[in-house]
C-alpha cells in the first residue's frame, strides 16, 4: 500500500453520533497511554483527537479507570498510565519485576536527591556538597536508569556537563513536578537531610 492508498485519519469522527465520539476519543487517548512506555504529552495526545480537549478526555478517562488496576497520572505536562500504587508489592511478587529505584544504593538515592534539588548541577558541585569525588559509575548508573540526563554545559572553562532529573524520575518518585519535592527543611528536620 502506498502512502497515496493509505487511509486519512478522521480526528474528528464525523461519522459516528455525538454520543460515541468522546468514548471513541477516550479510547484513543488509552491505547496512547497504553502503548507508551514514557509519559506522553498533550500534542501527542492532540493528534488523535483534534481539537478538542485532551485534558477533560483524561479527566473522563481516569475516571472510567477508577476501580481498575491501573490509573493516570499526569508527570510534568505529559500524561501515563501505571499500575496503582498500592499494587505494586503484588507485581514485585508475581513477576520478580526489579524496581529502578529501589536496587540503587543510599549513596546513589542521596547523589540523586542532590541532583533534583540542586540542577543543573556538574560532578564538581556535587563533590562540594559530599566532600568527595562523586564517580563516573554512579553518574552512568542514574543515566542508565533514565532518573538523570544531561543539562546545559556550565558556563565556566571547560564547560563541564550538568546533571538534570528526568521526567522518569519525577514517575519513579510520584511527583507531578519538581515543586512536588519535600521541602529540605522539612527532610532534615526529620532527619533525613
Known amino acids: 500500500m502506498t502512502s497515496q492508498d493509505a487511509p486519512i485519519f478522521d480526528r474528528l469522527l464525523a461519522d459516528l453520533p455525538p454520543e460515541l465520539r468522546w468514548r471513541e476519543w477516550m479510547r484513543r487517548i488509552e491505547a496512547v497511554l497504553f502503548a507508551s512506555a514514557r509519559p506522553v504529552p498533550r500534542a501527542d495526545l492532540a493528534r488523535v483527537v483534534g481539537d478538542i480537549s485532551v485534558e477533560l ?3 473522563d478517562l481516569s475516571a472510567s479507570l477508577e476501580g481498575h488496576a491501573f490509573e493516570v497520572v499526569k508527570v510534568a505536562d505529559s500524561w501515563m ?3 496503582r500504587p498500592v499494587l505494586a508489592s ?3 511478587v508475581a ?3 526489579g524496581d529502578q529505584v529501589s536496587n540503587l544504593g543510599e549513596f546513589d538515592i542521596a547523589v540523586l536527591a542532590a541532583i533534583a534539588y540542586h540542577q543543573p548541577i556538574t560532578r564538581d558541585g556535587l563533590k562540594d556538597i559530599f566532600g568527595k569525588e562523586i564517580s563516573r559509575d554512579l553518574i ?3 543515566y542508565e ?4 540526563a544531561t543539562g546545559p554545559r556550565a558556563p565556566r572553562r571547560g564547560a563541564p556537563y550538568t546533571y538534570v532529573t528526568t521526567d522518569h524520575f519525577l514517575a519513579a518518585f510520584d511527583l507531578e513536578t519538581l515543586h512536588d519535592l519535600p521541602d529540605q527543611e522539612q527532610m532534615q528536620d526529620a532527619g533525613m537531610g
Open 95 to 97: 513477576a520478580d519485576v
Open 90 to 92: 503484588v507485581i514485585h
Open 140 to 142: 552512568g548508573r542514574l
Open 145 to 148: 536508569r533514565n532518573l538523570i
Open 81 to 83: 498510565l501505571r499500575t
Open 57 to 59: 478526555l483524561v479527566d
